[in-house]
């Protein structure tokens, strides 16, 4: 668009990091990241009145009903939707509900879409699934596989 790279500046950070450059002389906010972070901003920014964006994350979920014309396909979509960028985007699928008239067929499609993709180094064109954004995250990661199974 002919945007000068000086005009726009990405920050990964915690929390406080967000807090913290909310606090700058800043014309305008985009963030995209958790509800808490999200929340935090826009409370600390309300009083200057700029202009805020926020992509938070949601519970993004994907029907597959028991019409669909190509099970395989919608598997295939599905398990992208949830793992690309290792499942760390703001519109990542995170539940799929599926007919059980197609279940054991979309069962078996997921499971061989998802064991088709190569982890690796994210340079690599080869590789599918890279790292994780934070070190904490396979924990958090694995307390929600855990409570998906309980539940």
Known sequence: A???????????????AGVALASQPIDGLFFTGSNRTGSRLAASLAPRMIPVQLELGGKDPCYVCDDVPDVAAAAAAAID???????????????????????DDFLEAAV?????????????????LGPLALPSHPTFLQSQVDDAVEK
């Open 2 to 16: 002919g945007v000068p790279k000086e005009v726009f500046a990405t920050v990964i950070g915690t929390a406080d």
């Open 81 to 103: 939707g949830a793992m690309y960028n290792a499942g760390q985007s703001c519109c990542s699928v995170e539940r799929i509900y599926v007919h059980e008239a197609v279940y």
């Open 112 to 128: 061989s879409t998802a064991q088709s993709f190569k982890m690796g180094d994210p340079s690599s064109q080869d590789t599918y």
